[in-house]
C-alpha cells in the first residue's frame, strides 16, 4: 500500500474537550463586525465575540460547533475560542458530548 493511499482515509482525531467554565456551543445566528449569537449546552443563548488574536483564523458560519469561554463580570456573553472541525465533531456525538440531531415538529 503506497503512501498516498493512506492518506486518503479520514482520520479520526479526538477533539480538544472544554475546560473550566468553558462550554461547547453551536451558531445560531451571525450579527455585525465579530458577533454572533451560539447557543450553549448549558441552556443559554450567549452574545459572543471572536478575540483580535483568532478573527483572521477563525472563519465562522452558522451551524458550526464551537468552544464558549463565558466572560468573567458577565457570564450572558463570552468568547469563541476554538471551532471544531467536522472530523471532531463526529467524534463528539459518538462518545456523548454533543447531542444528535433533534427532529423539530
Not at 478573527?55 to 458550526?64: T, V
Amino acid at each position: 500500500m503506497s503512501h498516498e493511499e493512506e492518506t486518503n482515509e479520514p482520520i479520526i482525531q479526538r477533539a480538544p474537550l472544554p475546560r473550566g467554565e468553558e462550554i461547547i456551543g453551536v451558531i445560531e445566528q451571525r450579527h455585525g463586525g465579530n458577533k454572533m449569537k451560539v447557543n450553549c449546552r448549558d441552556g443559554k443563548d450567549r452574545v459572543c465575540r471572536v478575540p483580535g488574536r483568532l478573527k483572521r483564523a477563525l472563519w465562522l458560519r452558522p451551524g458550526d460547533v464551537v468552544i464558549v469561554e463565558p466572560w468573567e463580570l458577565d457570564k450572558d456573553k463570552g468568547d469563541v475560542i476554538l471551532k471544531y472541525k467536522p472530523a471532531q465533531i463526529n467524534w463528539l456525538k459518538q462518545n456523548g458530548y454533543l447531542e444528535t440531531e433533534s427532529e423539530e415538529f
